[in-house]
């Protein structure tokens, strides 16, 4: 398996212009969840899905921010209008659970987002 | 409910032993701990799921204790390999399912 693409690898815009984040999880997997990484905050879970429906999503930071999962091989994360201080390391990660135990998260190699 | 990791940092010669503790202020249902290289994503080494479980994972084991919402993270025998940022995530009792929290991590460096 491929593993838990993402693209872009680095994004670099301008305040105010709207940046689409994309994942695709690993095949067979059921959970998927958005996470950002910074020096200050760490990793944060900002929105996760099970079988392609938002769960939680308390952690997304503002209405700029929104999440969808169309199907179950992708995801996009969505800030509009982007602001400096979104500048982060975006990370997707997927997981099955199936019968409920906790299964590990496999991380995307991240989206490194600058914005200007 | 973010949980508490220390130490923040730790600088080991090869060959020496390393301990990272976990607390969490909440009942835990799990307890994962995951290794993050520089400019990489962070990558799974261990799920803890029942109070007093311990697991190895070559020179790499790990506790979790139940009664006192904690884990810890041993290393043995360091290597140059060991070096990098470990996380551990938290699963709470009553939270939602699968929803993980992570600590703020500590850094290990292993020097020659």
């Known amino acids: 398996d491929a593993g838990v693409i993402q693209s872009p690898r680095h994004e670099v815009t301008e305040m105010g212009q709207e940046v689409t984040l994309r994942c695709k999880p690993i095949?067979?997997?059921?959970?998927l969840f958005w996470y950002r990484q910074t020096m200050m905050r760490g990793l944060e879970l900002l929105i996760y899905?099970?079988?392609?429906?938002?769960?939680?999503d308390s952690g997304m930071p503002e209405d700029r921010f929104s999440a969808k999962m169309p199907n179950a091989s992708f995801s996009t994360l969505k800030i509009q209008p982007s602001e400096p201080r979104d500048s982060a390391v975006y990370f997707c990660?997927?997981?099955?659970?199936?019968?409920?135990?906790?299964?590990?998260?496999?991380f995307g190699p991240g989206t490194r987002l600058t914005v200007t | 409910q973010q949980p508490v990791q220390s130490p923040q940092a730790v600088i080991l010669r090869e060959g020496e032993d390393a301990v990272i503790n976990c607390s969490s202020s909440?009942?835990?249902?799990?307890v994962h701990w995951y290794r993050q290289k520089h400019g990489e994503a962070p990558v799974f080494l261990m799920i803890?799921?029942?109070?007093?479980e311990q697991k190895g994972h070559e020179k790499i084991s790990a506790s979790f204790n139940e009664k006192k919402q904690q884990s810890s993270l041993y290393l043995t025998a360091s290597q140059l390999s060991y070096s990098g940022t470990y996380f551990c995530?938290?699963?709470?009792?009553?939270?939602?399912?699968?929803?993980?929290?992570f600590g703020k991590g500590t850094k290990l460096s292993v020097k020659p």
């Open positions: 995530g938290t699963e709470l009792l009553t939270g939602s399912q699968g929803n993980l929290i």
């Open positions: 990660a997927s997981s099955f659970r199936g019968g409920g135990s906790s299964y590990e998260q496999y």
């Open positions: 803890l799921l029942k109070g007093g």
């Open positions: 095949s067979g997997h059921d959970y």
């Open positions: 899905f099970n079988n392609n429906v938002p769960i939680d």
């Open positions: 909440k009942a835990l249902y799990s």
